[in-house]
């Protein structure tokens, strides 16, 4: 058997020639900002041209690149943990957008520790990103007004702080979601299982189901916590104890398994005598032995709007927030 022929890399030429078009117009597309492409072809060239790229398995020299553009092409990325699945799966967004703007990342964990924030953030500028995404943003916005006044630039991902540009589910839909399926089953005893109080996802989705529920003319008792089993436990605990409610809504899926282990710890059925809803539809959610009711949040399409959103404040703009709609997902952990 005789050796192997080494496969050429595909160049700009080779793309242009299998697309009908102009090398400059290639470059423009694969290698040019946002709006040199649009400048360049129109959108249906401009899919082609990028059709023809991966077809032919172009890889950008990204060196070549930076010179020509004085950026590294590198991204760093923050979030509280990656041992996360919700902040994982928005990771994997922001890379696969990244990837196909010739972009590499890199992600830090910062444990939502403001001393660490700050250490991996200047950790990040040392090897000179052109900007970052947080996933870490306090609500205070102490640290991320700080990142604003030295001109670092960067987005928000999941959490909003401030008017800084942000990617976000709309959290505060999300808990009224939930409110109005349990108020619909007839729950007018509910307690909240808010996560921490520094980040906005937990004060959002506590408002927005608080706020449907004060419509009615009805309180409900609200506990903070861990965004994880423990702290959700521990918080399903205390409500039961103190408020006896009927349905807790925990603001994300670890806290809302923690709770449905406090229920049946006190000698109670999930779904039946308490119901458990949850916040982020992640994997585990329906495959549970009580199958957890959850507001899905579009977690990948997140971190690739936050790549977008990143790109456009590189090339000077000052793009809008953008708030990603939720969906209710109704299963047997609310089921009466």
């Known amino acids: 058997m005789g050796r192997a022929e080494r496969k050429r890399p595909a160049t700009l030429r080779t793309i242009a020639q299998s697309?009908?078009?102009?090398?400059?117009?290639?470059?423009?597309?694969?290698?040019?900002?946002?709006?040199?492409?649009?400048?360049?072809?129109?959108?249906?060239?401009?899919?082609?041209?990028?059709?023809?790229?991966?077809?032919?398995?172009?890889?950008?020299?990204?060196?070549?690149?930076?010179?020509?553009?004085?950026r590294s092409n590198l991204v760093g990325v923050l979030v509280p943990r990656l041992s996360d699945v919700v902040l994982a799966t928005i990771y994997e967004g922001i890379e696969d957008a990244a990837a196909g703007h010739g972009l590499a990342t890199f992600v830090m964990n910062s444990h939502d520790r403001p001393a660490e924030q700050r250490a991996r953030t200047e950790l990040a500028l040392s090897r000179r990103v052109d900007g970052l995404i947080l996933g870490d943003a306090h609500h205070d916005g102490e640290f991320t007004g700080e990142l604003a006044e030295r001109r670092v630039p960067f987005v928000l991902v999941s959490r909003h702080a401030g008017e800084h540009p942000s990617v976000t589910c709309d959290d505060y839909l999300g808990g009224r979601l939930v409110a109005e399926h349990f108020l619909e089953l007839g729950h007018r005893r509910a307690g909240v299982i808010a996560g921490e109080p520094f980040a906005s996802t937990g004060i959002d989705r506590t408002a927005g189901f608080a706020d449907r529920y004060r419509a009615e003319g009805l309180e409900v008792a609200t506990v903070h916590s861990g965004f994880d089993t423990a702290g959700g436990h521990r918080?399903?605990?205390?409500?039961?104890?103190?408020?006896?409610?009927?349905?807790?809504?925990?603001?994300?899926?670890?806290?809302?398994i923690g709770a449905l282990g406090a229920v049946r710890d006190a000698g109670l059925r999930p779904g039946i005598d308490v119901a458990v809803a949850g916040f982020n539809d992640t994997p585990l959610a329906a495959e549970l032995p009580v199958p957890l009711t959850s507001v899905r949040s579009p977690m990948h399409e997140m971190g690739r709007r936050a790549l977008e959103l990143l790109i456009t404040v590189l090339n000077g703009q000052s793009p809008e927030s953008e708030r990603l709609a939720p969906e209710l997902f109704v299963r047997a952990s609310t089921a009466r």
């Open 19 to 70: 697309a009908g078009v102009d090398i400059s117009t290639v470059s423009r597309v694969l290698n040019g900002s946002p709006e040199d492409a649009a400048r360049a072809a129109s959108r249906e060239t401009a899919d082609a041209i990028r059709e023809w790229a991966a077809r032919l398995d172009y890889r950008p020299n990204p060196h070549a690149k930076s010179l020509r553009t004085q």
């Open 235 to 256: 918080a399903a605990e205390r409500l039961l104890t103190e408020t006896g409610p009927t349905a807790i809504f925990a603001v994300n899926d670890f806290a809302a």
